[in-house]
Nanobody, 115 residues
Framework: QLQLVESGGGLVQPGGSLRLSCVAS????????WGWYRQAPGKERELVAL???????NYADSVQGRFTISRDNAKKTVYLQMNSLKPEDTAVYYC?????????WGQGTQVTVSS
C-alpha cells in the first residue's frame, strides 16, 4: 500500500508563488508516474502536471511556463512549484501516484489565489 500526504497549500495574492509537497510512504517500486491534479468548485478534476519515472514531464496548457513538477526519490517527495498564480488557479490540489493496477491519491490541499 502507498499513502500520499500533501502540504503547502494556502492563501496567496495574484502573482504570488506556492510550493506544494507530496510525501509518500510505503513501497514506491511500481510507480511509473506522479501527477498533480486539481479540482475547483463545480468543475471536474483535471491534470495539472505529470512526471514519469524517467523524468519526462507534461503540463496542462493553462499552467505551462508557470508551474514546475519535480521529484526527490531519496525523500519520497514530489513537488509542484507554482509561480505567477492567478485567481483561476484556485482549487483543491491532489497528489497522484500511478502503478500498473491502480492510482493512489492524497487527501488534497487547498490553494486560494485572491487579493
Amino acid at each position: 500500500q502507498l499513502q500520499l500526504v500533501e502540504s503547502g497549500g494556502g492563501l496567496v495574492q495574484p502573482g504570488g508563488s506556492l510550493r506544494l509537497s507530496c510525501v509518500a510512504s510505503g513501497s514506491m517500486s511500481s510507480i511509473y508516474a506522479w501527477g498533480w491534479y486539481r479540482q475547483a468548485p463545480g468543475k471536474e478534476r483535471e491534470l495539472v502536471a505529470l512526471i514519469t519515472s524517467r523524468d519526462s514531464t507534461n503540463y496542462a496548457d493553462s499552467v505551462q511556463g508557470r508551474f514546475t513538477i519535480s521529484r526527490d526519490n531519496a525523500k519520497k517527495t514530489v513537488y509542484l512549484q507554482m509561480n505567477s498564480l492567478k485567481p483561476e488557479d484556485t482549487a483543491v490540489y491532489y497528489c497522484n501516484a500511478k502503478i500498473p493496477t491502480r492510482n493512489y491519491w492524497g487527501q488534497g490541499t487547498q490553494v486560494t489565489v485572491s487579493s
